[in-house]
């Protein structure tokens, strides 16, 4: 199960922001987001490591390294 640290996330406003944003994404579901580590985790059938950095970016989050 892949997973990208996000920083900068403050509330659960932040946690439902990334939920939303990532499940939005083609080919990844089950997205599961953790405010206490800032990890969000998910099943993705294809991945593309740079759309979910950017993805997450452009909300206003700082990611790490999909994983």
Same mark, same amino acid.
């Given at each position: 199960m892949p997973s990208i640290e996000v920083k900068g996330m403050s509330c /659960?406003?932040?946690?439902? /922001?990334?939920?939303?944003t990532l499940s939005a994404m083609p080919g990844i579901k089950n997205v599961a987001v953790d405010l206490a580590t800032g990890l969000a985790t998910f099943d993705a059938a294809a991945l593309d490591p740079k759309a979910v950095r950017e993805a997450i970016a452009k909300i206003g989050f700082e990611p790490g390294e999909v994983k």
């Amino acid at each position: 199960m892949p997973s990208i640290e996000v920083k900068g996330m403050s509330c /659960n406003h932040c946690v439902m /922001n990334v939920t939303k944003t990532l499940s939005a994404m083609p080919g990844i579901k089950n997205v599961a987001v953790d405010l206490a580590t800032g990890l969000a985790t998910f099943d993705a059938a294809a991945l593309d490591p740079k759309a979910v950095r950017e993805a997450i970016a452009k909300i206003g989050f700082e990611p790490g390294e999909v994983k």
